[in-house]
Structure formats: structure tokens, C-alpha cells
């Protein structure tokens, strides 16, 4: 069971980038979808629309060319945290976004058109999870960072988000790969070149700042990530957007039988209404939703009815690991827990089929 607690969020664009362009972004319009989390030493930053994806901003990460190709399968590895040239490992699931070293730099697109090309063509980001690796949070790097966590939204067949990205994707690939005067190369008519590269300026000026103050190497990258984050949502989303968000926070999850996810959550609404939302982020690894009601109420719901209870191990979950955030329990806990008769059926149950799924559903 992945225990993820949350640590105090990062401060709002407004206070955390103050003395900038980018207080003229109102990031109340739109949810704070971002934040970061402990994963057991590791802080991470997560999405709340891409609970599959972590992000991991290592200051100074350069690994080797040989031991990328020894990563755990699910890693990305973006612009320059990785020696070599962009790769794509399809049977191992490890990818190199960058245009630096192991290509012809002259013609390879920047690292945030890399991403969006392989959203747009099909990377299955849904179906395991992956870790994002990088060493400094460029404007390239975040782009590509905020394509990787929106691949629901820029694969929806409304191609709206889509048209509102990509150019900023495009001019800062053009900029980042060959500078300031090949903008040209975008095509863009004057009016939308002009108005996407104040949008840039806008978004890279607080980093400009800090280096040309010498803060740079000293700033929390992980929370500067999370604003610039926040910052590009501001520009792409309206509300409207967001009108059906459903609010839910994922307490932790468990892979179960066959790369299926239990999901543990809390959220205002009933376990039906939240199964859509929660098909839409996981797709068919779902197998298990266990909705929080009370401090020691839960609801579960098997999601995948060809899902074998012996797989799930309803026992290992309720009993011996009782569902707190931090999922660490007294002696005393655990046997209040055991003695409660509706998780003693549940766990000792033999039913099977039909009859098995309905007593998990209730």
C-alpha cells in the first residue's frame, strides 16, 4: 500500500511569486490541483488529475547512459537529468526527453514538444505508474512537465486546451532549441507571436529574477515547479473547465491481482457518483474503490467484478493496516479493528461469484 501524506501545499502563485508578471494571474479561477507529498524519505510532486504520475526535481541529477537503460520500469527522464540522447524503451517503459547530447541539437525539437508529441501519440500514461525525473525547472522542462500530468485533458477529443497550449509549447521549443531570433520558424501570424512570447516572458520572469539575483540554485525547486505549474493552468484553463470537478483526495493505494489498483480516498460525494471520476484517471486498472465516510467507517466497492477477493486481500488491507493516512496503528487499534464484526465477515468470507461481489459492495 503506497502511503502518501500530504505536507503542506505550496503557497499560492501570488505569494510565492510576488514582485512579478505572474501576480497578474489569478489563480483562484481555477483549483489547485497541484501538491506535494512524502513518498517515504522522497518529496514528490503530484497532480490531483494524474494520480498515475510523480514528479522528482533532484538538483544536479545526471545519470549515466548505461544505467538509464537499468531504470525501474515507468521513468521519464526530462532534459538533461539523464546523459545521452532521447529514447524511448517501449518494452520497459523508460523514456529520455531531451535534446542536448546523443542527437543532432540543430533539428531536435525541445523537450516540451517531445512530451506533447508523445501524449498526442498515444503514450499510455494510465495503465502503470511512472516517475518524473529532471534537475532544474526550466520553462522547457515545465512544460513538458505540465503536458505529461494533462494527457487526460489533451487527448479529449475538444481540441480547445489543445489550441490554447501549443503555442506556447511550439515558441518555447523554438527558443530553447535554436534562441531568440529563429521565433520565425513557429509561422505564427504577428499577432499571436507577440501575445505567446509575453506569455512566456510572463511565466519564465520570476525565474530570470532569481537567477540574475543568484537565488536560483538556492529556491525549493519542487514548490517553484508546483507555481509555474499552477501559473500555466491559469493561462490554458477558465472555470468552465472545472465546473464538474469532482473533489476527492487519494489517502493511498494498493496494486492488487493483475496490474489492478485498490484506491483509497475521501471525498464529500458516495462511492457511485465517484466511480466515473475515478474510471476517468485510472482507466481499467481500477479494480477496488475504499471510500473513507468516518474515522472508522469505510465503503468499498469492487469495481472489477472478475477481480478474485483472494487477490485483493481485504485482510492485509482492513485488518493488519487500517486505513489512516499515515497507515501506522497501536497494537490496541488493530484489535478494535479485528473485533468489529463487518470487517470479520468481510475477510473470512468464502463466497465467490455474484454472491461475493454483492457482500463487497455492501
Known sequence: MKDLPLMDSAKGI????SGTALEQLDSDD??????????????VLVCSESPTISVRVERGLS???????????????????AQGGPFLNTGKDILNLDHHEGCVRAFTVATCE????????????????WVIWTNEPD?????????????????????????????LVRLEGAIDAHGLEMQELCGFPPEVQTSTFEKLETLRSREVELKKEGRWREID????????????????FSPHHFEEAVNVEELA??????????????????????????RRLHGKRLGVIILQKGPHTYTLRQVNPFLPATHFGFRKI??????????QASPERIGRIEEERGFQALAQSKKKGAAGAKEQAE
Open 14 to 17: 501570488k505569494t510565492q511569486i
Open 30 to 43: 481555477v483549483p489547485n490541483r497541484y501538491s506535494i507529498r512524502v513518498r517515504g524519505e522522497e518529496r
Open 63 to 81: 545519470v549515466s547512459a548505461g544505467a538509464t537503460l537499468k531504470a525501474p520500469s515507468g521513468t521519464i527522464y526530462l532534459d538533461g537529468a
Open 114 to 129: 517531445q512530451a506533447m508529441i508523445v501524449v498526442r501519440r498515444g503514450l499510455d500514461l494510465q495503465r502503470r505508474d
Open 139 to 167: 520553462l522547457d522542462t515545465v512544460l513538458a512537465i505540465w503536458v505529461l500530468l494533462n494527457h487526460l485533458k489533451l487527448n479529449d477529443p475538444d481540441p480547445e486546451i489543445r489550441t490554447r497550449l501549443m503555442p
Open 221 to 236: 525547486f519542487l514548490e517553484y515547479t508546483a507555481d509555474i505549474l499552477r501559473a500555466i493552468d491559469a493561462m490554458i
Open 253 to 278: 493505494r494498493a496494486e492488487i491481482g493483475d496490474n489492478h489498483l485498490a484506491i483509497v480516498c475521501r471525498s464529500g460525494m458516495g462511492i457511485y457518483e465517484l466511480e466515473p471520476h475515478l
Open 318 to 327: 482492513t485488518l493488519e493496516r487500517p486505513l489512516r493516512l499515515n497507515f
